[in-house]
Structure formats: C-alpha cells, structure tokens
C-alpha cells in the first residue's frame, strides 16, 4: 500500500501507516514525542521495520550518547524483518547505521540519494535536516529543501513544516527577505509549525530587530511555548531578543521558564542553557545558582567526551561558569582525546575547531585575554563545521569582544563590532561592546 505521499510502503495495515503518520508530524513539529505513535504502528503490524526505523533515527537526532544503546537495540530488531522490506526502507536502515557509526556526512548522502528517488520521503528530508543544521551545513539546509519542495502538494499536511525548513535554510544562507516572506507562508494556513516560528525568529535576531522579536515569540506562543520539544530553544531565542536589549533581569526570567534544571532533561535543551548564561555571565549579570543545577544535571562521563564537538564546549562552558576549573580542563584534555581516537566525523571538527575554541575559553576564563583574542579570532572563520546556526555560533563573537575589551590590542573588537553593526544596526547590546572596547555608537 502506499503512505499519505503516495510512497510504497511494505504494510497492510492502514492502522500502522495511519500511526506512523502521526509520529512524523510528531517529529517534524515537535509535539511530545513519537514514540507512542511508533509504538502503535509496531503494534499494529509487528512485521513492518519502519515503525522501529523511525524511532530509532528520532533517538539518534537528539545527539544524546545515553539513548544510543536503545537506538541500536531498535536497529538490531529491525534487521531481521528487513527481507520483506522495500528498497526505500531498506535504504533508510543503511542510512541509520552509517549515523550510529558516527559518520554524519554518510547518512546525509543516503538521505539524500532516497531524496532523489523520492523527492516527497518526508523521513529523509527531515533527518537530513536536522543533520545538515548539526554538521552547519548552511547551503544544504536551504538547498536540499529547494530540491524537492516543488514536488510537494501544497494541500499535504506536511507541506507547511517543509516550507518552514526551507526558510530556516533561506536564514542561515542571509537571505533573510525570503526567509521571513517563507516563514510567514508557512505560518498562513493554521498549522502549529515552531520551525517556521524559529526561522523568522532567526531573521529578526540577525537583522537586530529586538523589539519586533520579542513581540514576535509572544505572538506565536501559544504554538510553540506548550507541550512542544523545542520549547526551551524557542525561550532561548526569546532571551536572546530581550540581552540585544540589555534586559537581564527578563532574560533569566525567560531562563527560569524554559530552561531550568528541571526543564532541562536533555543534552540539546541544556546547551542552550549553558549559552544563555554564558552571554549573561559576559555581560556581568549573576545568576546565582544557575550553573551549578545545569553541571549537576549534566552527564559528563568518558563515554560523553568527544562526540560533538558543540555539545564538548557548551558543556565547557558550563563548567567554567560552575567555577570548576579544574574539572573544565579535564573535560577539555578527556574531550580532544576522546575525539582523536573516534573515527566519526566529529574528529577533525574537535581537532580544528572544537580543540581551538575550549582552549580559547579557558583562557577567557582565566583572565588571559590577550591569548583568548589570539586563539579565538582565527577559529571563527571555521566556525560554521562545528554545527549550530549564526546566532548559536555568535557566542563565540560575544566572548571575543568581553576579551578584546580587556586584551592589550582591542583591534579584533573593533573589526568585529564595524562587522556586526553593518548587518545588525547598534541596538543596546552593540553599544555596550562600543563602550568596553572604547569606541563611540548610539545605540537605538
Ligand atoms: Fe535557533
């Protein structure tokens, strides 16, 4: 029988396809999680792999090294029942081992090739995505969505979650006229899609449109703020609105709703938490006990260490903002250890990106500002392998001016405050690094 897209599918049960269905949209718009869904389909023919296919590829996409050994567990159940599987789902459990091996940039070739048969295979497009935004892929985040959104109906309850992904993509390439007009389509027909919110979002925050952002976030909160997994990276992004205008106390506010201890349960939730406080510890806002309940929630065990690398510095951070010191050097030196003796693609990323950035860091946070410039300053340009978007990187650019205003040489300040003020006018935020590093701007 065929799926919602008119995809082949090796089932009879149109009670399992029904409920796959609701798992995908699950995943696509985040609400609560697919697992109860899958569950069902598994039920309903306990013979069809995709149902244990696309829980275990929703497990990998969080990068949480602990559900690993339930992923895998997944596969391995799927194994046997692949002989009555069709090509596509054989080809989306190759595509699932090769990211269980840790090879990133494997798994977005076989997604990409099931794309090309299928330009509509929802599943693909999906981790693809996802994998494109881990890996920074920019050009892919906007360009493997143009491939196959003509082929989608525009009446498919899926198509609003592909236009939010393409405008997300349009962001991060800085075609931010066309990502907001893209964004906003998405948003035009009703459905609750927070990847559409998120893109629009990124648009207003790169473009320093910090009033408008925040009225933004409380416009669509409702659709994003309740029961939905990216809860917490939405407040953040919602924070991030309220530093560009120097309003602390609202930022930890918006910490304390969506990225607490408690709400924080997993390894994506708490890097956000860990780059809100940072920024807020940049900008000498205290934040009390904060770091502390983030690192005593945080796993940071051997096996941790070293399988990406922007989830390594968030944790860094956190321990330094914690005043663990010493554990912050250990967690560097077991993390660039770890990563030289994996052979996933995270590597080369630790070696050259990764490694620079902890080190960097550390150095900011021992008051080594001359040497956090030198090392910081080369990194950034290579930045974008690391993974994250523009804003999430800017953390970087944020720790390079607090360490350009109490280096020696402030000229990387200032490049980087003539670079930021041509594309995000002075808003409150600018004219504080302005300040620091003694240069003269009005902020708005
Ligand atoms: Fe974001």
């Not at 609003?160 to 006229?177: M, N, T």
């Amino acid at each position: 029988m065929l799926d919602p897209r008119g995809i082949a599918v090796s089932t009879r049960s149109a009670d399992a396809v029904a409920a796959c269905e609701r798992g995908l949209w699950r995943m696509m718009s985040f609400y609560g999680t697919p697992m109860d869904d899958l569950s069902a389909a598994h039920a309903a023919d306990p013979g069809w792999p995709l149902p244990l296919l696309m829980h275990a590829g929703f497990l990998l996409g969080l990068t949480e090294p602990s559900v690993v050994p339930g992923a895998r567990a997944l596969l391995d159940r799927a194994e046997p029942m692949i002989a009555r599987a069709n090509h596509r789902e054989r080809d989306h459990l190759v595509a699932l081992h090769t990211l269980l091996a840790g090879d990133w940039h494997g798994a977005c070739h076989e997604w990409e090739a099931l794309l090309l048969q299928q330009p509509r295979d929802a599943l693909a497009l999906q981790w693809a995505h996802l994998f494109d935004f881990y890996r920074g892929d920019a050009t892919n985040l906007r360009q493997r969505v143009a491939r196959v959104l003509p082929e989608w109906d525009e009446n498919d309850a899926l198509h609003p979650y592909v236009l939010g992904q393409y405008a997300f993509g349009l962001e991060e390439c800085q075609l931010y006229a066309q990502a907001e007009e893209t964004g906003r389509r998405a948003l035009g027909g009703g459905a609750k899609v927070p990847w559409a919110i998120h893109a629009v979002a990124h648009v207003m925050e790169m473009q320093g449109r910090h009033p408008e952002g925040a009225a933004w976030m409380m416009q669509w909160h409702g659709d994003w703020a309740e029961g939905n997994g990216f809860s917490g990276h939405l407040g953040w992004h919602q924070a991030l609105f309220a530093l560009e205008a120097l309003d602390h106390v609202e930022a930890l506010r918006l910490f304390d709703a969506h990225l607490h201890a408690d709400p924080a349960q997993i390894t994506l939730q708490r890097l956000d938490a860990s780059s809100l406080l940072w920024r807020l510890h940049l900008l000498g806002a205290d934040v009390g006990a904060r770091w502390a309940r983030l690192v005593e929630g945080w796993d940071l065990s051997d096996q941790i260490a070293g399988t990406f690398p922007f989830n390594d510095l968030h944790a860094l951070l956190a321990l330094i903002g914690a005043g663990e010191f010493v554990r912050a050097q250990a967690w560097a030196q077991q993390v660039a250890t770890r990563a030289e003796r994996s052979g996933g693609s995270n590597r080369a990323i630790a070696r050259d990106v990764g490694g620079p950035l902890m080190r960097g860091m550390l150095a900011f946070a021992q008051g080594r500002f001359n040497e956090a410039v030198e090392t910081l300053y080369p990194v950034r340009a290579l930045a974008s392998r690391f993974g994250g978007s523009h804003a999430q990187r800017d953390l970087i650019d944020q720790t390079l001016l607090a360490a350009a205003a109490r280096a020696v040489d402030r000229s990387a300040g200032r490049a980087l405050l003539n670079e930021r003020c041509l594309g995000k006018p002075e808003t409150p935020l600018s004219a504080h690094w302005a300040s620091r590093l003694g240069l003269r701007r009005a902020a708005r």
